[in-house]
């Protein structure tokens, strides 16, 4: 397993070792041991899996009580993910990277809990996976503005001239106005 540094510290870039031959391939996509050799204590309580279309973003989500991290990964297609750091006591408060994922490269992304996250999908059609440390609560959950100017995302949009957002994305808030961490 390789790690890949991100500009924030906290956000982590797993690689992991893929096994393939003529069959087909194995990797490890989790192993505890990742996160506690690096001083990180996670319990996963929670699976989930999406699938989208190309020009489909999903983000930039949190839970404001109940913060998940989130360990994801793609396993059909491509998409761009990005995660914003929303606690106000940090460094990197309101910074955000983006790391391309994908069937192909096989990342696997860390979020811990106190960030936004979301992702583009750039191929046809995208499978993404994800674990969770908390779980789900609708009546905590927040949308923050995926192109708030004050994030400077640098979306990958090529020929997407207009993401589809859902009800709740399109209702998000900028970070001036947002919910964050302590």
Not at 113 to 128: I, R
């Amino acid at each position: 397993m390789e790690v890949i540094s991100t500009a924030i510290p906290d956000l982590l870039l797993f690689k992991p070792k893929v096994f393939g031959d003529e069959r087909g391939f194995f990797l490890e996509s989790f192993r505890e041991s990742w996160f506690s050799e690096r001083g990180i204590s996670v319990n996963f309580v929670q699976d989930n899996h999406s699938s989208s279309s190309k020009g489909v973003l999903r983000g930039l989500h949190y839970q404001i009580k109940n913060p998940q991290g989130k360990l994801v990964r793609v396993t059909a297609g491509e998409v761009y993910d990005v995660a914003v750091d929303l606690r106000k006591s940090s460094p990197t408060f309101g910074q955000s990277v983006g790391v391309y994922l994908s069937a192909e490269n096989k990342n696997i992304f860390w979020i811990p809990p106190g960030f936004a996250h979301g992702f583009l999908v750039l191929s046809e059609h995208a499978e993404f996976n994800y674990k969770c440390t908390e779980y789900y609560a609708p009546e905590h959950d927040r949308s923050l503005l995926w192109n708030d100017p004050v994030l400077n995302i640098k979306w990958p949009l090529g020929d997407i001239t207009q993401p589809v957002l859902s009800a709740k994305d399109q209702l998000a808030l900028p970070l001036s106005q947002a919910e964050v961490f302590p």
